[in-house]
């Protein structure tokens, strides 16, 4: 089992930055976990944002935020983190981060983070 927490959500206005964080605990990371954000707003689909595989630490987004997020780990620490740089108001959702194996479903998810983008 693991617990994983989101952390860094807010408001902040269009244009600006948000650094999300995620702890995971319970189990340690190994180079055959990856470690996804994904994000759902009000009245959408829960939508995929990105993932670093642990091991390698490569990292793969959805076209919709490439370019403009950023995601990094700790591996000493098992956190991951997203660096989101100039948010849109469509940008505004609840975060999520999730763990599993690479090339199989996430195991385990947080509960989320909420990130409000101001226009």
């Known amino acids: 089992q693991m617990q994983l927490v989101e952390s860094g959500g807010g408001l902040v206005q269009a244009g600006g930055s948000l650094r999300l964080s995620c702890a995971a605990s319970g189990r340690t990371l190994t180079s055959s976990h990856r470690m996804g954000w994904f994000r759902q707003a009000p009245r959408k689909e829960r939508e995929y944002v990105g993932h670093?595989?642990?091991?390698?630490?490569?990292?793969y987004y959805a076209e919709s935020v490439k370019g403009r997020f950023a995601i990094s780990r700790d591996s000493g620490k098992n956190l991951m983190y997203l660096q989101m740089t100039s948010l849109k108001p469509e940008d505004t959702a609840i975060y999520y981060c999730?763990?599993?194996?690479?090339?199989?479903?996430?195991?385990?998810w947080g509960q989320g983070t909420q990130v409000t983008v101001s226009s």
């Open positions: 670093i595989n642990w091991g390698n630490g490569l990292q």
């Open positions: 999730a763990v599993g194996i690479v090339g199989r479903a996430y195991d385990f």
